[in-house]
Nanobody
Framework: QVQLVESGGGLVQAGGSLRLSCAAS????????MGWYRQAPGKQRELVAAMTTGGTTNYADSVKGRFTISRDNGKNTVYLQMNSLKPEDTAVYYCNARRISWANPGDYWGQGTQVTVSS
């Protein structure tokens, strides 16, 4: 079992920056995919950014060029650097860790951290 704890959310003005952190209780090297999702009120949860163990990244079109996902394997932590924030980025942001395995699959979520961008 892996526990994920997000931090770094808060209130920021449009154009500002925040860095979210996701600390895992176990090694993230065993996870094939680490990602950040977000859910705004009344909307479905959506993928924001993801990174494979090999370092391949994928971003939602709405955040490309503004957000950057990174990982520190030694600290078992994944980050989401968010720049040029917009009011439409307001949401609860969730960290996700996924292990693709026939013998021991895993899909873990953090509790979420609120990001509010004021106009």
């Amino acid at each position: 079992q892996v526990q994920l704890v997000e931090s770094g959310g808060g209130l920021v003005q449009a154009g500002g920056s925040l860095r979210l952190s996701c600390a895992a209780s176990g090694s993230i090297l065993s996870m094939n995919l680490m990602g950040w999702y977000r859910q705004a009120p009344g909307k479905q949860r959506e993928l924001v950014a993801a990174m494979t163990t090999g370092g391949t990244t994928n971003y939602a079109d709405s955040v490309k060029g503004r957000f950057t996902i990174s990982r520190d394997n030694g600290k078992n932590t994944v980050y989401l650097q968010m720049n040029s924030l917009k009011p439409e980025d307001t949401a609860v942001y969730y960290c996700n860790a996924r292990r693709i395995s026939w013998a021991n699959p895993g899909d873990y979520w953090g509790q979420g951290t609120q990001v509010t961008v004021s106009s």
